[in-house]
């Protein structure tokens, strides 16, 4: 049995687990920095300032800022603070860090999700009630032809 070609398979095998580690560490900079971003322009669409933010979200102005530029990845119940903050939707930005699958659109979901009003508990209540429903819209059998 020969081992001539062994360390050079070895070797491309070695090369192309790291490119694909490589690849994995930009896509999750990228999501860091794709989040970071996202928390800024809302919070300047918001009119809000970063100092008035953190005291709301209940975090430092320095670690807003790292997450604001791509430094810091925000854990779940950070973005939910951030999104309260904010007014906006706490899946918004749970969608935005990787932390859930975007969910289909709707009308009826894109509306309770805009809706400035209602607290994030009442829209995921809502959003919840009106999953059930389509639920069971689906599992029930349709009108027949014989009558």
Do not use: W
Request: proline share 5%; no cysteine; net charge neutral.
């Amino acid at each position: 049995m020969s081992t001539k070609g062994k360390p050079e398979r070895v070797g491309q095998v070695v090369e192309q687990v790291g490119h694909v580690v490589e690849h994995a560490g930009h896509a999750v900079g990228q999501t860091v920095e794709g989040i970071g971003a996202y928390i800024r322009s809302q919070r300047e669409l918001a009119d809000v300032s970063m100092r008035q933010l953190a005291r709301t979200a209940g975090v430092s102005n320095p670690y807003l800022s790292q997450i604001e530029r791509g430094l810091r990845k925000p854990s779940a119940e950070i973005l939910q603070q951030i999104a309260k903050g904010l007014r906006i939707s706490a899946e918004a930005l749970y969608v935005r860090a990787g932390i859930l699958d975007e969910r289909p659109a709707s009308v009826v979901t894109d509306a309770v999700l805009a809706d400035p009003t209602l607290t994030e508990r009442q829209k995921q209540v809502l959003l919840d009630i009106y999953a059930t429903f389509r639920r069971e819209i689906d599992t029930v059998p349709g009108p027949t032809d014989k009558e």
